[in-house]
């Protein structure tokens, strides 16, 4: 457990988040959930592989972490991510930038050829706490 704590802590400050001089008031975390339709993880992941994630970045979201679960209701139908925005405002820019970008558009639209992919999305909202090790 403590090698994994290390290399967290290290991943989080290599990429600037475990720096408290680096922590900015305004920035906000976004942890997003996927349901897929039944058998249509697979493709969703292929779609954030190939596509999904590099347009995210191309729109000002930085892409944190993706996880899948392990709990056997879940496992074959969810995908957990967070992004970071540099703020609230900024989100909303960014998701609108990103929805009417073309290049996405023709990716989902290809993606969906054999049915709906996404069932049900949960998004929320984040501010580290003061004890957090993202700050």
């Given at each position: 457990?403590?090698?994994?704590?290390?290399?967290?802590?290290?991943?989080?400050?290599?990429?600037?988040?475990?720096?408290?001089?680096?922590?900015?008031?305004?920035?906000?975390?976004?942890?997003?959930?996927?349901?897929?339709?039944?058998?249509?993880?697979?493709?969703?992941?292929?779609r954030?592989?190939?596509h999904?994630?590099?347009?995210?970045?191309?729109?000002?979201?930085?892409?944190?972490?993706?996880?899948?679960?392990?709990?056997?209701?879940?496992?074959?139908?969810?995908?957990t991510?967070?992004?970071?925005?540099?703020?609230?405002?900024?989100?909303?820019?960014?998701?609108?930038?990103?929805?009417?970008?073309?290049?996405?558009?023709?990716?989902?639209?290809?993606?969906?050829?054999?049915?709906?992919?996404v069932?049900?999305?949960?998004?929320?909202?984040?501010?580290?706490?003061?004890f957090?090790?993202?700050?």
């Open positions: 457990m403590k090698k994994i704590s290390l290399t967290l802590s290290a991943l989080l400050l290599a990429i600037g988040l475990g720096n408290t001089a680096m922590a900015d008031d305004e920035r906000v975390f976004e942890l997003r959930t996927y349901t897929t339709h039944e058998g249509k993880l697979p493709a969703l992941l292929e954030f592989d190939n999904t994630r590099w347009l995210f970045e191309k729109h000002g979201m930085m892409n944190l972490a993706y996880w899948t679960p392990v709990d056997p209701e879940l496992k074959e139908n969810t995908l991510y967070i992004l970071v925005h540099p703020s609230l405002q900024a989100a909303e820019t960014n998701w609108k930038a990103f929805g009417s970008d073309p290049e996405w558009q023709a990716v989902y639209k290809k993606s969906r050829e054999d049915g709906p992919i069932k049900h999305i949960d998004s929320t909202f984040l501010t580290p706490t003061e957090s090790r993202i700050r």
